[in-house]
């Protein structure tokens, strides 16, 4: 017989920003867990440092987001403006203005907390400073050995230490937020399904104390990101820290290793002086793993699904991963719902990473769209006319990779089977434009609370049952709930522009903030819509090839 005991709930193979999200959720939710990291958590390349407004949300419900939002690796008031010219010295050909870090939860009238900025090297180590805060147990130069599940009990993970020291941790699930390599994908037998080798560049981390103020006199306020069009390279230059140092992008024909300073120096010239810190080429794919589940091992992020980076689109697409995975690992575990309900993190975050992947892609070819031109630097009436002509076509093609509020907020779970339609007909998928609503599957608008804060805040522990209906008394429905020991609870809106925002009388919201049934009146069988919100009413699990031992070598 096969023991059933555990060491932890969950280990999390990957301390990049999805594994340490996760963990942050699972914390949030009181579930135990181990993170492994085969590095120390140094981040040598940064990179991706444009986060969503939906991933503040989730970092507000940690507790986390106003000290990222106002900490100082990057300066919180300095805007995230995005320019193009024809290069260095040259002319400028559009300016698509960002609001700062600190501005953002005030200029967003749809959320909150609004979009940020800031470099990887320093919001990983703020990850894992508040998962530590919290009790997590993460353990660096740590990594996973070999893996082997069973039908009939716990995984167990073989693990080894810095200094070479083996021991065997047993745990319920396992979550590969291993990267685009992982291993364990691998080991799984699962697949990427797409497009690989797209595009390729070849990016440098360097620093150089005087190309700031370079681009401030060119555009006449601080950049946080320039694209020049001096040849076919595309050179693009990123504010790592908003001051000194900067990461450059050029494409490239293949994967190929290029001299970093001579890449650096051909986009900036001859007369600043800089420091090369790293350098590395990179790939652009657009490909989604076939499963996102192997018996009791799920495959999150990076992992899962990779994406030309063009729109901040990977690390905010893995969060949202986390998010799922974890509101339903705590579910399971907290026994009021079944095993069966994690069927749906690939259900429901499967097609948001096809679409979410397929619109990288679509920036890229909308990119290489703008080509360069030697008129674009002439003066004259010639020279002037194209650049009048480009600056239009810069914002009909270029402008959708930095304006996303669709891709952000709008995202919703169409045809989940722990969501219950209403009938109603779906709005616009636009990645540039949010329509708030309160449509199943669509995450729960936010409203200003009369008493201060966000409905928002009202969602995360259990399910919120939104009342905007007058003399609607929903003890019933609550009462069904709790007698299946469901954790909910309910909140009234009294404003009528709240209440018109949230669309009907009733809108029940998941731990995650999704919206899982609404309607104007009581359900007639309250105990039903639990049973399917809960996943009680899906068939029992079917725990893929979980009866299969499967070894992973690291």
């Known amino acids: 017989m096969v023991s059933t005991r555990t060491d932890t709930s969950v280990v999390i193979v990957g301390g990049g920003p999805v594994g340490l999200s996760l963990a942050n959720e699972l914390s949030y939710r009181g579930v135990d867990y181990v993170l492994l990291e085969q590095g120390d958590g140094t981040v040598t390349f940064p990179a991706g440092e444009n986060f969503f407004s939906r991933t503040m949300e989730h970092l507000r419900r940690w507790g986390l987001a106003d000290d990222l939002r106002h900490g100082d690796a990057f300066p919180p008031d300095a805007p995230r403006d995005m320019g193009f010219c024809t290069r260095l010295g040259g002319k400028v050909l559009a300016l698509f203005p960002g609001v700062s870090n600190a501005a953002a939860p005030q200029s967003d009238p749809h959320s909150p907390e609004g979009g940020f900025f800031y470099p990887k090297k320093a919001f990983d180590p703020a990850l894992r400073h508040f998962a530590e805060s919290r009790g997590g147990d993460l353990r660096y130069r740590t990594r996973l050995v070999s893996f082997h599940q069973h039908e009939d009990g716990p995984i167990r993970c073989e693990i080894e230490t810095e200094d070479g020291a083996r021991q065997v941790l047993r745990t319920r699930w396992l979550a590969a937020c291993d990267g685009g390599r992982s291993s364990v994908r691998k080991a799984l037998g699962l697949r990427y399904v797409g497009s690989f080798g797209e595009g390729y560049n070849f990016a440098v981390y360097f620093r150089c104390p005087g190309l700031g103020a370079v681009l401030k006199g060119m555009f006449g306020r601080p950049m946080a990101q320039v694209h020049t069009?001096?040849?076919?390279?595309?050179?693009?230059?990123?504010?790592?820290?908003?001051?000194?140092?900067?990461?450059?992008?050029?494409?490239?024909?293949?994967?190929?290793?290029?001299?970093?300073?001579?890449?650096?120096?051909?986009?900036?010239?001859?007369?600043?002086?800089?420091?090369?810190?790293?350098?590395?080429?990179?790939?652009?794919?657009?490909?989604?793993?076939?499963?996102?589940?192997?018996?009791?091992?799920?495959?999150?992020?990076?992992?899962?699904?990779?994406?030309?980076?063009?729109?901040?689109?990977?690390?905010?697409?893995?969060?949202?991963?986390?998010?799922?995975?974890?509101?339903?690992?705590?579910?399971?575990?907290?026994?009021?719902?079944?095993?069966?309900?994690?069927?749906?993190?690939?259900?429901?975050?499967?097609?948001?990473?096809?679409?979410?992947?397929?619109?990288?892609?679509?920036?890229?070819?909308?990119?290489?769209?703008?080509?360069?031109?030697?008129?674009?630097?002439?003066?004259?009436?010639?020279?002037?006319?194209?650049?009048?002509?480009?600056?239009?076509?810069?914002f009909a093609l270029r402008l959708r990779e930095f304006v996303t509020p669709g891709i952000q907020l709008g995202y919703r779970y169409r045809d989940s089977p722990i969501i219950v339609p209403d009938g109603s007909l779906e709005g616009p998928d636009d990645h540039m434009v949010y329509i708030p609503t309160t449509r199943p599957g669509a995450r729960a608008p936010h409203v200003a609370l009369a008493e201060g804060g966000s409905i928002l805040d009202a969602f995360g522990q259990g399910f919120t049952l939104v009342v905007c209906g007058i003399g609607i008394d929903p003890t019933a429905f609550l009462r069904a709930g709790r007698e299946l020991g469901i954790p909910v609870h309910d909140i009234r809106l009294t404003e009528d522009a709240a209440r018109e925002t949230y669309e009907t009388a009733l809108v029940l919201v998941r731990p995650d903030g999704h919206v899982c049934w609404r309607g104007n009146a009581l359900p007639q069988n309250p105990h039903a819509i639990w049973h399917i919100v809960t996943g009680r009413a899906l068939p029992r699990a079917t725990l893929t090839a979980a009866g299969q031992e499967r070894t992973h070598a690291g």
């Open 229 to 394: 069009l001096a040849d076919e390279t595309r050179g693009y230059l990123t504010s790592v820290d908003g001051r000194d140092e900067w990461r450059l992008s050029i494409y490239a024909q293949t994967i190929e290793d290029k001299i970093p300073a001579e890449v650096v120096r051909a986009v900036i010239g001859d007369a600043l002086p800089f420091d090369v810190l790293q350098a590395q080429p990179w790939s652009g794919h657009r490909v989604v793993a076939d499963h996102y589940r192997l018996g009791n091992v799920f495959l999150v992020g990076d992992a899962a699904h990779l994406r030309w980076p063009k729109g901040g689109f990977g690390a905010n697409t893995g969060i949202g991963d986390a998010v799922d995975l974890g509101w339903k690992i705590a579910a399971v575990l907290d026994g009021w719902a079944p095993e069966a309900l994690l069927d749906t993190y690939e259900t429901e975050r499967r097609p948001i990473a096809i679409r979410n992947t397929n619109e990288a892609a679509n920036n890229r070819v909308l990119d290489h769209m703008i080509t360069p031109d030697p008129i674009l630097d002439e003066d004259g009436p010639a020279g002037n006319a194209a650049r009048a002509a480009l600056h239009e076509r810069l």
